[in-house]
C-alpha cells in the first residue's frame, strides 16, 4: 500500500552488519535520498531506522535502498488479530490484501485462531487498514499479549452468539408454525383461515421475519453485501443473497401479488428466518468449538502460580510472580508450583513434571538439579535460585512455540486456498445458472421452483467447514503434543513427520545415556597400566567430551595422581594430544594413530573383540610409542529398545549415524535391532550421511541432542531434538521432545499420523459433504425421484458440516500415545532387552 499524498507515515526498518558512525551516516543518507522521505533517523545501538515519508513511498524502496549499501534488512513478523472472518473465503481475501502491501513477503491467515502472521517490512497501519478494505477489522498482537485474552475474547463473543440464538429462535418459531404447520399438520391450514386468514398470516410472518433478519441475523448483510459489491463473496454473501431473495420474493407475493405470474404468489418467509437462526446456531456451536480448541494453551498458561516465596535479605515474602528476578532465592513448600525456572541450592524432593516433559514418574531434585517452572513439588522441601524469569521460563517458551505452530499453515492447505478462491464466485454462478435452468425448463410454479433451489445451492454450499478443516486439527493437535511432551516448533512438521520412512537417530545422548565408563585397558609391552592410565587421565581432564569424563573417573576410583599437563589440543574427530610431565601423549582413534605414524596391529584382536562387545576402542601413544589400546562403554537408555521395535511396528526402518569404528556400531545395531548403520562418520560428516540416507530410502527424521547434530537436524526432513539436549539443537530442531526417552520419538509420529488423518478426515466431510449435495440443491435428483432440497435442511447441513469438523477435530483432546517406554511386549517379540552395551 502507498501512502496518500500529504499523508504523514512512519516506518522503522531492522538492519544488520552496521558497525560504526560511518555506517549510520551512509544509511541516513540513502534514506533520506528516497523520494518523498522527509526525514531519517538511524541508530547504531538499537541497528534500526525510524523513517518518516510524507508522499507515496513504497516501503520496498526503502528496504532496497539499505539493501544496496551491503547491509541487511531483516524480515520482521508481525501477528495480527482478525475479526470478521467466518470462512475459508475470508482467509483467502484477507491473505490476498495483505499480501498485496508493498513491503509484505508472507502472510498467513488462520480461521481457527483468528489471526494473520505477516513477514515483511510493511507498517503495521498500512496492513490494519488493507485488512479493514475487506470488510474485517484488526489490531496488532503482541508477543506480550496474554493467551487467556483471547480466550476471554471467544468467550464473549459465544455468549453474544447464544443472545442472538434466542433471540432468533424465539422469532422464527411461530414464523415456521404458521407456514411449515399448514403443510404438516392436518387442520392447521383450516384453523388459521378460518381464525386470523391467510393474509394476516403472511403479514405476521413478515413483521416477525424481518425482525429476525434486521435484528440477529443483521451481520449476514452488513458484511456480505459489501463482500458481494467489492468483488470478493464470502460465506455471509452466501446467506444474505439467499436469505435476501427468499425474503423479497416473499414481500412482494405479499404487498404487490400482482407483479408474480399466476400461479408462483408463494411466501418462503419461514425459509429466510430458520435460515438465519440455524446459521447463527451452528456460529454458536462453532465459537463453543473453537474454544475448547485452545484449552491446552489455558491449560499452560494457569501452571504458573501467581506468587513465589522469596528470600529477601532476613526476610521470607510472598511476592507477584511478575516481581521475581533472575538470582532471587526462593522457597517452595509440599504440594505447591514452582513459580520460576531455577538451580536447587538446598533440600531435596520429587517434582511432577509431567505436564512439561508428559512423563509420568515424578523426578528426584538435589542440590545442584535444574527445576522448571509450573511443575509441582511433591512431599519434599527444597530452596532454589531463580535462573530464569518472565518470558525466559521454559512454559513460557513452550507455550510460544505452541501458538508458533498453531499459527502455521501445512502444505495440505495449499489445496484449500486453491478452490476457495474460486468456489463462492462459481457457487453464485451455479444457484444463477439453477434460477435459469428451473425458470425456463420447469414444472409450474417454475419461478417458486428456480428461487427456492437457487437459495438452497447458495445456503448448502457455504465454505465454513472449508475454512476450519486444517486449523482446529493443528489447534488441537499441537496442545495436545504439548501435553504429552512432543513440541511441534513449526505446524508444517505435523505433516512431514507424518510421511517419512527412515528415522535416524545419532548415538551418544539419544541412543545411550551419553554418561559412558571406561571398562578395559590393555597396555604395550614395556609400558606399566597404572602409569599409563594416569597420564591418559591427566591428557583427557582437559577435555569435556563424556569419554574423557569417564576416562578421569576411572583414574579416580583407582587412586592414581595425575602429573602436569601442558600443550593441550582437541583435533575434532581425531583425538586430543598434550605434554603429561613433559612426555607427549595422544590419545584418539585408530585413525588417528595412523596419521600419527602408529601401527596399531598389535591390538588388532583386542579391538575387534571389543568392538564385537559394543564397545568403543581409541588408542594412546606415549613418548613416541603406541601404548594402550582403551574401551568404553556408554549404557543404552532402558527405552531405546522398546521405541526402536515401536517404530518398525509403525513400519519404518532405523539408522543410526555413529561415529564410531564399524565393528562397534555393528554390534550395536545387532543389538538393537537397527536397520541401517553408518559409522566412523565426523561431525562434518553427518549432513553427508543425512542425505545418503534420504536418497536410498526417501523422507528422513533425525534425533539428535548435541551441538553437533545441529546441522544433521536442520538437514533432515524433519528434526528432532531431545529435549534434555543443548539449546543448539532444540533451535535447528522442527520437532522437540522434552523428556530424554525415545518413547516421544514413537509419540510424535504416531501423533503426526494420527493428525493428518484427522485433517484429511475434516477435508473430507468439508468439500465432499458440500459438493456431492450441491447436484441435490439444484434439483438434480427431481426428474427422477421428485426430491427436492429445502433450503431449511440445506441450512442445517450446511451448519452441521462445520460443527462435525469441530468435533472430529476435538477428537484428537482424547488420543492416546503409544507408549513404547513402558512396553514389554514389542521387546519380547524381537527378543531386545533394555541392557547397556558392553
Known sequence: MKAEPGAAQSLTLPIQGMSCASCVGRVERALKAVRGVSAAS????????????????????????????????????????IDGMKCASCVGGVERALLAVPGVTAAHVNLATERAVVTGAAPVQALIEAVARTGKTAHALSRETPPVDQVAKRDEEARSLRGRVAL?????????????????????????????????????????????????????????????IKGA??????????????YLFSVIATFAPGLLPAGTVHVYFEAAAVIVTLILVGRWMEARAKGRTSQAIQRLVRLAPKTARVRRGTETLDIDVAQVVIGDVIEVQPGARLPVDGAVLEGSSYVDESMITGEPVPVAK??????????????????????????????????????????????????????????VPAVIALAVLTFGVWLLFGPEPALSFGLINAVAVLIIACPCAMGLATPTSIMVGTGRGAEMGVLFRKGEALQALSDVQVVGFDKTGTLTE??????????????ERRQVLARIAAVEAKSEHPIARAIVAAA???????????????????????????????????????????????????????????????????????????????????????????????????????????????????????DEVVADVLPEGKVAAIRALKSRHGRLAFVG?????????????????????????????????????LGGVVKAIAFSAATIRNIRQNLFWAFAYNTALLPVAAGALYPAFGILLSPMFAAGAMALSSVFVLANALRLRRWAPPNPDQSTTESAQTGLRAVPVQ
Open 233 to 246: 463473496p464470502d460465506m455471509n454473501s452466501l446467506v444474505a443473497v439467499g436469505t435476501a431473495a427468499a
Open 366 to 423: 538435589a542440590a545442584g538439579a535444574h527445576v522448571v517452572g509450573g511443575t509441582i513439588n511433591q512431599t519434599g522441601h527444597f530452596v532454589f535460585r531463580a535462573t530464569a524469569v518472565g518470558r525466559d521460563t521454559m512454559l513460557a517458551q513452550i507455550i510460544r512455540m505452541v501458538e508458533d505452530a498453531q499459527d502455521g499453515k501445512l502444505p495440505i492447505q495449499a489445496l484449500v486456498d486453491k478452490v476457495t478462491m474460486y468456489f
Open 42 to 81: 538511524v541508530n547504531l545501538a538499537a541497528e534500526r531506522a525510524d523513517v518518516r515519508f510524507d508522499d507515496a513511498v513504497d516501503p520496498s524502496a526503502l528496504v532496497k535502498a539499505i539493501e544496496n549499501l551491503g547491509y541487511q534488512v531483516p524480515s520482521r513478523a508481525l501477528t495480527l488479530s
Open 168 to 228: 432468533a429462535a424465539l422469532l422464527t418459531v411461530p414464523v415456521f408454525v404458521l407456514e411449515m404447520g399448514s403443510h404438516l399438520v392436518p387442520g392447521m391450514h383450516h384453523l388459521i383461515m378460518t381464525s386470523i386468514g391467510m393474509q394476516a398470516s403472511w403479514l405476521i410472518q413478515f413483521a416477525l421475519t424481518t425482525a429476525v433478519l434486521l435484528g440477529p441475523g443483521r451481520g449476514f448483510y452488513i458484511h456480505g453485501l459489501p463482500a458481494l
Open 514 to 527: 551419553g554418561a559412558p565408563r571406561m571398562t578395559d585397558l590393555h597396555v604395550a609391552e614395556g609400558f
Open 705 to 741: 541432542d548435541g551441538i553437533n547434530d545441529a546441522p544433521a537436524l536442520a538437514e533432515a526432513d524433519v528434526g528432532l531434538a531431545i529435549g534434555t539436549g543443548t539449546d543448539v539443537a532444540i533451535e535447528a530442531a522442527d520437532v522437540v521432545l522434552m523428556s530424554g526417552a
Open 556 to 674: 579416580d576410583s583407582e587412586g592414581c595422581d595425575l602429573p602436569e599437563v601442558s600443550g593441550f589440543q582437541s583435533l575434532t574427530g581425531m583425538g586430543v594430544s598434550a605434554r603429561a610431565s613433559g612426555t607427549p601423549v595422544e590419545i584418539g582413534a585408530a585413525r588417528y594413530m595412523a596419521q600419527l605414524g602408529h601401527c596399531v596391529a598389535q591390538f588388532a584382536e583386542a579391538a575387534e573383540r571389543l568392538a564385537a562387545d559394543g564397545k568403543s576402542p581409541f588408542y594412546a601413544a606415549i613418548d613416541g610409542r603406541l601404548a594402550a589400546i582403551i574401551a568404553v562403554s556408554d549404557p543404552i537408555k532402558d527405552t531405546t529398545p522398546a521405541a526402536i521395535a515401536a517404530l518398525h511396528a509403525l513400519g519404518l526402518k532405523v539408522a543410526m549415524i555413529t561415529g564410531d569404528n564399524q565393528h562397534t556400531a555393528d554390534a550395536i545395531a545387532r543389538r538393537l535391532g537397527i
